[in-house]
């Protein structure tokens, strides 16, 4: 994947939420991936016929399809919540070079700029746990792994923190080895259900397929008013078309149904969502296109 090193941090004004801010942090624009490799049922023939629309900012030549890799601030009256925590320093990665060993200030100056210190932290959530999901949640600090974020509990679900432990013993895995195991060892770990309520604003909603047990998270008294949806949808082609699934799903037919009924429970609602690569627009309302959906992005 190519990505260009840029940052970009968003306020999302909330106009349903007038309690809370929500920032994007973006720590690399612009990645891409080849569209047919990418998506692993999608033919050519449904790509030609959406191009016109996937140009305006979601394809680019060469059928290459745009993400940027970005994580969610929510701040309440009171908690400080981090949704996923992107790629990390110092990893070792060498199957993704434009991650590996990588050394930049991107994403703790974001957090500056936005008058938030790692300290202020007081949940990091992890829909899942794939590298570009859990990368700040410890940096290198002389030569050991540490908690990034020292005040915060880590809400990981146990189902999916089991898969991937269990996989890590087979066959040891770096992102587990210095983003999840340092954190349980310095017990800062709640291993959840993934349909959790945490408290009377926040709860986990189970979307599991794209990994075993992946989780969105919703804010909102007594409401869905904004909801993180992870890798539940990675490019709007899948919101018009909820059965077409990632080649990197854990099981294809079960993301295919988490997708299908998020969509057809939130559309037309308030409920604001956002998905953690969209290239652009971090915040939207689905809505009806034809027999399936779009991402109406916030003004
Ligand atoms: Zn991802």
Known sequence: ??????????????????????????????????????????????????????????????????????????????????????????????HRPEWHLKNDSFFLDSLKRIQISPSDIDYVCCTHLHTDHIGWNTTLVNGQWTPTFPNARYLLSKKEFEFWQQDHFIKPNDSFADSILPIVEQNKVDLIDSNNELNDFVRMLPTPGHTVDHFAVSFGKDKHALIMTGDLIHTPLQLKYPDIGSSIDFNLEQGIRSRTQFLETFVDTDTICCPAHFPNASAGRIKHWGEGFKFSALK
């Not at 920032?23 to 490799?37: D, S």
């Not at 305006?56 to 940027?68: A, G, P, R, T, Y």
């Open 1 to 94: 994947m190519q990505t260009s090193k840029a940052t970009k941090v968003s306020t999302l004004s909330l106009v349903n939420l007038p309690d809370i801010k929500v920032y994007t942090l973006v720590e690399q624009a612009l990645g891409t991936r080849p569209i047919k490799q990418f998506l692993s049922n999608c033919s050519t023939e449904l790509i030609n016929a959406n191009r016109h629309w996937l140009e305006e900012e979601h394809l680019i030549k060469d059928d290459l399809l745009l993400f940027s890799f970005k994580s969610f601030i929510v701040k309440t009256p009171h908690h400080t919540y981090l949704i996923d925590s992107c790629i990390g320093n110092h990893k070792n990665r060498p």
